[in-house]
Nanobody, 122 residues
Framework: VQLQASGGGLVQPGGSLRLSCAVS????????MGWFRQAPGEERECVARIRWSSGFTYYSGSVKGRFTLSRDTAKPVVYLQMNSLKPEDTAVYYCAANVGYWGDRSGLYPYWGQGTQVTVSS
């Protein structure tokens, strides 16, 4: 499985961005797709994840109500719509995948895309 993340950039506080994670290679219904972020000097944090088969989602408390995950199974692509962005959302964002693990431990996601920088600043 190969993952390609895109869509990062510079946005003002209160603005929006949509990140995309294109998936290539074999996909399975039991896959879990996660979006992680890492700010300088901080640990990598799982902000959202989605079950590929059902579309069931989870959001961390820091982004719940502002970020929305969705997927297009035909393409296949996972999207992270980020609204009401705050300066503390500034980080490198990564998409990742695993087979069957529904959790936020980055070490249990074997497949990773390259990071995309999100900067929220006025």
């Amino acid at each position: 499985v190969q993952l390609q993340a895109s869509g990062g950039g510079l946005v003002q506080p209160g603005g929006s961005l949509r990140l995309s994670c294109a998936v290539s290679g074999r996909t399975f219904g039991s896959y879990v797709m996660g979006w992680f972020r890492q700010a300088p000097g901080e640990e990598r944090e799982c902000v959202a994840r989605i079950r590929w088969s059902s579309g069931f989602t989870y959001y961390s408390g820091s982004v719940k109500g502002r970020f929305t995950l969705s997927r297009d199974t035909a393409k296949p692509v996972v999207y992270l719509q980020m609204n009401s962005l705050k300066p503390e959302d500034t980080a490198v964002y990564y998409c990742a995948a695993n087979v069957g693990y529904w959790g936020d431990r980055s070490g249990l996601y074997p497949y990773w895309g390259q990071g995309t920088q999100v900067t929220v600043s006025s």
